[in-house]
């Protein structure tokens, strides 16, 4: 990037604050991230229920309890209550039915995370400015493709979560190691959930293809922001909120669908990042190409 671009950074990333701060009022997103989070929550149990069971095939349920406690660390803790509940009535059930129960739930999963996903689709069309035009066989096969995608990676990602224990367990005189490995650990956890939220970033809204690094800024951003809202809401619910004495026995129900209406809330803020810092960018560099002859010939960032 030229000089005469770094000199521009500044107007530009105030150009695009002001669009994105337009945009996600047009656009609604808070409104989007409802209907979504209430899909999102309809999707949750089966997903979980499906992950679970094929886990409960290789590994005991004492092995399962750890990583569905490390998984679930970031979740406000009465959401996180009602969901390690759930897990522990599904990793204690008869080893012998978890076959059925695996593939029953990675029935209802697919179908459950596909709905979601549709809804999660529809709100990126919105946030990118593009109008759905794929016919109905492309369309529902980007959805089921991003579904198992999802469930795919959520099913390593809890594999992961508990291998590591397993092997850490055969060298417990490497404190050192452990340490590290905890460290990396989280590190890849980050690094893998910022790429599967450029991957549907990519490949989830009616849009032509972009480079990834124009999926990049958002996810990263969002991952963020993510961690720092769950965390934050988190302190909130459980310290100054007075959801207890609001909902009663709902109030697990309550938190969850909440904190999963932040969470897509969040996911669209990310991919609006990423439409903003493409219209301005792409107007820059279509208002340089344009200059009168005689202008500085500087380098433009390619798609």
Known sequence: MSGGWLNALPRLAMRVAVRMYQEVISDQI????????????LAIFPAMASVLAILGIFFSAAEITGPVETA???????A???????ASSIVAADHSALGVTAAVGLIAALYATARGMRHLIQGLNVAFNQTET?????????IILLAVFVIGGALLGMAAIAVIPVLLALFPEAVQAQSIVSVIRWVALFSISTAGIAVIYRFGPNRQRRSWHWTLPG?????????IASAGFSLYAENFASYQRSFGALTGVIVLL???WLSVYVLLLGAE???ALEAVFHGERKRRAGAPEGAPAESVPRD
Request: a positive charge.
């Open 134 to 142: 794929r016919g109905i066989v492309r369309r529902w096969l980007a």
């Open 273 to 275: 990042l990423n439409a």
């Open 72 to 78: 679930t660390a970031a979740i406000p803790p009465s």
């Open 219 to 227: 996810a990263v951003v969002a991952c963020l922001l993510w961690v």
């Open 80 to 86: 996180a209550s009602l969901i390690r509940e759930q």
């Open 30 to 41: 808070g409104l989007l991230a409802a209907g979504i989070a209430f899909y999102a929550l």
């Open 258 to 260: 909440t904190w999963l």
